[in-house]
């Protein structure tokens, strides 16, 4: 169970790591040409905010009938992998000054962060009557931090005043590591729910 909920608290932490660093990133950095109008770089802006959320639609349904057929825990493995390299992309991108790689890695985690489905699926999974709804309502806890924590680690791991190597790129490759750990943490310790009639290997 606890691993589910690090991994919807992990998904939620990278929609909110974004939020305190992109304005920041379009409007005070030199990732756009100086000649970029403003006009262009708030549509840049919302559009790269927007394609995290857009690849989550489209994945979301397609890893949760994945998850059907092949079980919760492969499809989860491959989902953190995925938002791990996402993280790496979008990380090496902000380095680089490259909005291609920024739209590449959104778009990765994205897809793969439609995990939630499967987390959802997974405590369906092994939920009783009696504890359905709590175990629900911490998946709702689990995502609420994670809309808490990504703002405060973005802006804390961003800020070179706290450590003068950190920069743009350090929340993403800090989200990079716990998603890495999260990989480890399913591997270990989470024991596949699907039930055994409609597992098919």
Do not use: C, H
Request: proline content about 4%; overall charge positive; cysteine-free.
């Amino acid at each position: 169970m606890a691993s589910i909920f690090s991994i919807v608290f992990l998904d939620l932490l990278g929609i909110g790591i974004i939020i305190p660093i992109l304005p920041i990133v379009f409007f005070q950095t030199d990732l756009l040409p100086v000649a970029t109008t403003p006009a262009i770089r708030n549509m840049l802006l919302g559009l790269l905010i927007s394609v995290y959320p857009l690849a989550q639609f489209f994945g979301a349904p397609i890893l949760g009938g994945i998850s059907d057929r092949i079980g919760r825990k492969k499809v989860l493995l491959f989902s953190l992998l995925g938002s791990v390299i996402g993280y790496i992309i979008f990380a090496a991108g902000m380095m680089m000054g490259n909005i291609v790689m920024l739209f590449v890695g959104r778009i990765i985690d994205g897809f793969t962060g439609g995990n939630l489905s499967v987390a959802r699926s997974a405590i369906a999974d092994i939920s009783t009557k009696e504890n359905k709804v709590k175990n629900f309502g911490l998946m709702g806890m689990a995502f609420g931090l994670g809309f808490i924590f990504g703002p405060f680690f973005g802006g804390k791991l961003a800020d070179s005043t706290i450590v003068s190597w950190f920069s743009m790129a350090t929340p993403f490759w800090f989200a990079a590591l716990l998603g890495a750990m999260n990989i480890l943490f399913v591997l270990f310790f989470f024991n596949e729910t699907l039930k055994e009639k409609t597992y098919r290997k």
